[in-house]
């Protein structure tokens, strides 16, 4: 992983996808892992540095079989070239795939840790507000003010009647 699109790909990682890949079995990820496209630069020290590719479901950095996938090998890019590429595939990817119960986190998560000139990039703002959020995704200014109010509240403990029961009768 080249050091400039390891923000992007923790990022891409530490974020919530439609689908749960640890869901997934080891045959289903293999199929959505054929002939993947991986976009790389050469090191110094002849090895291979990626900064895109690697936002699909089934990536997995420590098993990658290069042999098996397209990679494209670029001669020289700038290290904010290589940073622009990381960012926008990250952000294609998960612009593309949130669960709609998390659009506000992630609205808030984009704000926080996506740089702001990819924001910029992306979306011409420097910050997302919820109207321009709900202009993009379809969901309701206030759908997301009450995704905001749901993960603002402190979550207590629910217990359910049945466990109210056996505690009640237990002894």
Not at 93 to 116: F, Q
Request: aromatic share 12%.
């Amino acid at each position: 992983m080249h050091p400039n699109a390891k923000p992007a790909f923790d990022f891409f990682f530490n974020h919530t996808h439609l689908f749960c890949r640890s869901r997934l079995n080891a045959s289903t990820l293999q199929v959505l892992n054929q002939n993947q496209t991986f976009y790389g630069i050469r090191t110094q020290e002849n090895e291979i540095a990626l900064f895109s590719g690697y936002e699909f479901i089934g990536f997995d950095l420590a098993n990658i079989e290069f042999t098996q996938h397209n990679v494209i090998i670029f001669s020289s890019l700038t290290d904010e070239e290589i940073i622009q590429q990381a960012w926008v595939a990250a952000l294609y990817v998960v612009l593309t795939s949130p669960p709609t119960k998390h659009l506000e986190e992630l609205r808030r998560v984009i704000n926080n840790l996506v740089p702001t000139d990819y924001i910029n990039l992306v979306f011409k703002k420097i910050k997302i507000s919820q109207r321009t959020w709900s202009e993009f995704n379809g969901v309701s200014r206030d759908g997301l003010a009450k995704q905001s109010q749901s993960t603002n509240k402190p979550t207590d403990l629910q217990i359910s009647i049945f466990e109210r029961l056996e505690n009640e009768y237990a002894g």
